[in-house]
């Protein structure tokens, strides 16, 4: 991740292997992101999204969760502003 003063300025997509801290990572089910992140947000995908998704929110940053319905399909760290705009682009 890139930060500039403390602030995360850069996206971030996990790789494969890599997980968050409560175990979610690609191949994860949506069921087990639900769990383990309760106050997600969903997003629907809108003509320009490139799928549906979680939004996990934390104090100054975090995952944007795109996923088919079942699997998670991708996993990027970043802060709220940055994964809002990611979501719309693929």
């Given amino acids: 991740m890139m ?5 995360l300025v850069l996206l971030w997509p996990l790789p494969p292997e890599q997980r968050t801290s409560e175990g979610i990572g690609i191949g994860s089910t949506v069921y087990h ?6 106050d997600a947000e969903a997003l629907r995908p809108e003509p320009a999204a490139a799928s ?3 939004l996990v929110h934390r104090i100054d940053r975090g995952y944007l969760i795109r996923h088919d319905g079942t699997v ?3 996993l990027i760290a ?5 994964l809002r ?6």
């Fill in 3 to 7: 930060f500039d003063s403390d602030r």
């Fill in 33 to 38: 992101a639900w769990l383990a992140y309760p």
């Fill in 52 to 54: 549906d998704a979680l």
């Fill in 72 to 74: 998670v399909r991708q």
């Fill in 78 to 82: 970043g802060t709220e502003e940055l």
């Fill in 85 to 90: 705009a990611a979501y719309q682009t693929r």
